[in-house]
């Protein structure tokens, strides 16, 4: 159904009505009658139509007068309104000139086809794009291309059509035809069905699969029923015979031109049922990702629980010169592999966009090899090699990591489909290297993935970052990925290009995408003064609020040996009763607990106790929007799970130091 807004303007009730149900019957909706020009004008003060169809002969203010005020200078916005005027009391030429000039789009004698008024619905309802002559009618700016080696044919026709107030393109031969299609874009086109070079059933074949809405006249001298079949078969709109009568040409394009107005104004409605059919396919894929990202922070939570614990009692064992080095080294073993667990989560939650965005001093190489992390396996088990040389000297960019992260991944799993469903296997190599010196301003970091599938196709160069596009098959890819991608390097102030790479030989051999980020100095000055000494601070009353014992244990034995004094609650309720009755220096609370959560437990703590505002730590699995928007409405700080001693250490003294 269409959403255009048309107005019907006729006295007679019985016509107006008749029109509107032809309307509706063809898909247009939105349709409303008035009895004269007056109501129209009071009407388009509030709401403007995409078209008017009007009777001329009416009273009080008739068709030409309404045409007239709404294409005039005063009329602002509205005289970009079009108009049909339709008359069964005036039916001659001279009708038809004074609806023109009047500045309508079109004129209709009454009783029409009905299928001629949707063809000139169909017709106004096209942009015609500015430069259109006053007062002429749509015909003004149409092009026709007429194709024949016969000179006295083609120079006949290009002066009876210039004549008629047509733009006229010519050509003497097939492939001169076809090039003049590809640059001059005609709406009609008349060809000679033999020609050199190409024929015309060749040039008709070629114009239905590039440009489909065009319309196409054979002509011919044999005029047999074969040929006639065989042009029609290939495609053609109509066919004439030579010699033909001259007098005929006008006739022949308007129906054609009909013919094209409605194959054009087809494809835009389905272009835009397209769209809106993709776009409810990424409102569905949104609303997926949005479901994963809440089950990947659930997940993430219960997993960094007792991650903490694995990690923070092996630092313990290891901490223990007595024990012997063969127990030592198998530590060490599950201490590193407690920490890739840990990093596959961070991955995950970065991934599920389970953090504030927010740019920042960020290692692109970190940021690349957390993309890679998370799709690692799947290239392993697919038999693609992935090859990383990263430069170790490259500065700190200005960046949101998650948002760069995502990009990344986008590129990385394009190049592995690509090489997947090309040959099964591949090889993708991404190089990270400093562009110019400390001199240069500015310096740039480029990334570039290098990968051996499919060459990208010359006509798809220009379209690969454009949202939507894309070659994959329904419900294998929604045409987004590299558009996002190209969306968030030109957000950081980069830029991103692909390209087809040839060997020594000239057969292809790899695609490349570059991306360029420019470096950030200032930032790297900051991130070098923020690394400050942090004195030793003993003596302090801390009150842990935790419930998994393990954790609540883990705490008290790394905080008690940087000589601090710890109190235990394994819930909200029981930490107030505590604050009520003692003096604390600090709380570290749990985000997430069975009665009351951390950020409640702290709103009725500083009740209690109004100096421990900047006294309160949350820590958490997961950090989510709520903990980025405690922290920065209270001014404190926060620690995410799985941590270190050397990390709640430090969080410590840098809270007691302020």
Request: aromatic share 8%; hydrophobic share 40%; proline share 4%.
């Given at each position: 159904?269409?959403?255009k807004v048309?107005f019907?303007?006729n006295d007679d009730p ?5 029109i ?8 247009f ?8 020009g007056?109501?129209v ?14 009777d001329?002969n ?12 709404l294409?005039s200078n005063e009329?602002?916005?509205h005289?970009?309104i079009?108009v049909?005027?339709?008359s ?6 001279v ?5 023109f ?12 086809n ?12 096209i942009?015609?794009g ?16 007429v ?10 026709l ?11 393109i ?11 299609f590809k640059?001059?874009?005609?709406q009609?086109s008349f060809l000679?069905y033999?020609m050199?070079k190409?024929?015309?059933?060749e ?12 319309g196409?006249v054979?002509?011919?001298?044999f ?6 079949v065989?042009?029609m ?9 030579k010699p ?8 022949i394009c ?10 054009l104004i087809?494809?835009?409605f389905k ?19 949005s479901s994963?990202?809440t ?5 993430a939570h219960e997993?960094n ?7 923070g ?11 012997p ?5 198998d530590l060490?073993k599950?201490?590193?592999e ?7 989560v961070?991955?995950?939650l970065?991934?599920a966009r389970?953090?504030k965005?927010?740019?920042g ?9 957390g993309?890679?992390?998370?799709i690692?396996y ?5 038999n693609?090699q992935?090859?990383?040389d ?10 949101d990591p998650?948002q760069l992260?995502?990009?990344f991944?986008?590129?990385?799993i394009n190049?592995?489909q690509?090489?997947y469903n ?10 990270t290297k400093?562009v110019?010196d400390?001199?240069?301003v500015p310096?740039?970091?480029?990334v570039s ?8 196709p010359?006509e ?7 949202p ?19 969306g ?6 980069g ?13 292809h051999?790899a ?9 950030t ?5 900051g991130?070098e003064a923020?690394e400050t ?12 609020v ?8 883990l705490m ?5 040996r940087?000589?601090h004094t710890?109190?235990l609650?394994?819930?909200g309720?029981?930490?107030?009763e505590e604050?009520?009755?003692n003096?604390f ?9 069975p009665?009351?959560?951390g950020?409640?437990l ?7 106790k ?6 309160f730590?949350?820590?958490?699995g997961t950090?989510?929007?709520d903990?980025?928007a405690f922290?920065?409405r209270?001014?404190?700080?926060y620690?995410?799970?799985p941590f270190?001693?050397?990390d ?11």
């Amino acid at each position: 159904m269409y959403t255009k807004v048309i107005f019907v303007v006729n006295d007679d009730p019985n016509i107006s009505m008749a029109i509107a149900e032809l309307l509706k019957a063809r898909g247009f909706e939105n349709v409303s009658v008035f009895k004269d020009g007056r109501e129209v004008l009071e009407r388009i003060k509030t709401v403007i139509p995409d078209l008017i169809i009007s009777d001329i002969n009416m009273p009080g203010i008739d068709g030409y007068q309404l045409c007239k005020i709404l294409k005039s200078n005063e009329s602002g916005i509205h005289k970009n309104i079009p108009v049909i005027l339709a008359s069964a009391t005036y039916r001659d030429a001279v009708a038809e000139k004074l609806a023109f000039e009047s500045g309508a789009n079109a004129f209709l004698q009454v009783p029409y086809n009905p299928d001629d008024l949707i063809t000139l619905v169909y017709a106004s309802l096209i942009p015609q794009g500015e430069g259109k002559p006053k007062g002429l009618p749509y015909k003004a700016k149409r092009k026709v291309l007429v194709a024949d080696d016969d000179p006295s044919i083609l120079n006949a026709l290009k002066f009876f059509l210039n004549e008629e107030g047509y733009e006229v393109i010519t050509a003497d031969d097939g492939e001169t035809a076809i090039e003049l299609f590809k640059t001059g874009k005609p709406q009609l086109s008349f060809l000679d069905y033999q020609m050199p070079k190409k024929d015309g059933i060749e040039v008709l074949k070629w114009v239905r699969e590039n440009h489909p809405e065009t319309g196409v006249v054979m002509m011919t001298a044999f005029g047999t029923e074969s040929k006639a079949v065989e042009m029609m078969k290939a495609g053609a709109d109509d066919y004439i015979k030579k010699p033909f009568d001259i007098k005929a040409i006008p006739a022949i394009c308007e129906r054609i031109f009909n013919r094209y107005n409605i194959r054009l104004i087809d494809r835009q409605f389905k272009e835009k049922a397209l769209e809106r059919e993709m776009m409810m396919e990424q409102l569905i894929q949104a609303e997926k990702l949005s479901s994963i990202g809440t089950l990947v922070s659930g997940i993430a939570h219960e997993l960094n629980n007792p991650l903490t614990g694995v990690i923070g009692y092996t630092e313990i064992l290891m901490s223990d010169a007595k024990l012997p080095a063969a127990v030592k080294t198998d530590l060490e073993k599950i201490y590193r592999e407690a920490n890739r667990c840990v990093r596959i989560v961070q991955n995950l939650l970065t991934f599920a966009r389970r953090y504030k965005a927010e740019k920042g001093a960020i290692n692109i190489n970190e940021i690349l090899q957390g993309a890679i992390d998370l799709i690692s396996y799947q290239f392993k088990v697919n038999n693609i090699q992935l090859i990383t040389d990263f430069d170790k000297i490259i500065p700190s960019i200005y960046g949101d990591p998650q948002q760069l992260q995502q990009a990344f991944l986008n590129i990385i799993i394009n190049a592995y489909q690509a090489m997947y469903n090309y040959k099964k296997c591949g090889t993708l190599t991404i190089k990270t290297k400093i562009v110019g010196d400390a001199s240069t301003v500015p310096q740039y970091i480029r990334v570039s993935f290098k990968n051996d599938g499919p060459p990208i196709p010359e006509e798809h160069k220009f379209k690969i970052f454009d949202p939507f596009f894309t070659t994959k098959g329904v419900g294998k890819g929604t045409g987004l990925g590299l558009s996002i991608t190209h969306g968030i390097v030109k957000d950081h102030g980069g830029s991103i290009t692909a390209e087809n790479i040839a060997d020594s030989t000239g057969s292809h051999e790899a695609v490349v995408f570059t991306v360029t980020l420019p470096v950030t100095k200032a930032l790297e000055k900051g991130k070098e003064a923020a690394e400050t000494i942090h004195r030793k601070v003993t003596g302090k009353k801390i009150l842990i609020v935790e419930d998994e014992d393990s954790i609540r244990d883990l705490m008290k034995r790394f905080i008690e040996r940087d000589g601090h004094t710890v109190k235990l609650s394994s819930n909200g309720m029981g930490a107030i009763e505590e604050i009520k009755k003692n003096d604390f220096d600090l709380i570290i609370s749990d985000l997430k607990m069975p009665d009351i959560d951390g950020i409640t437990l702290y709103e009725r703590a500083i009740k209690i106790k109004p100096e421990l505002q900047r006294r309160f730590v949350i820590f958490t699995g997961t950090i989510d929007t709520d903990v980025i928007a405690f922290a920065e409405r209270t001014g404190n700080r926060y620690l995410q799970k799985p941590f270190k001693h050397t990390d709640l250490k430090k969080l410590l003294e840098e809270i007691f130091q302020e």
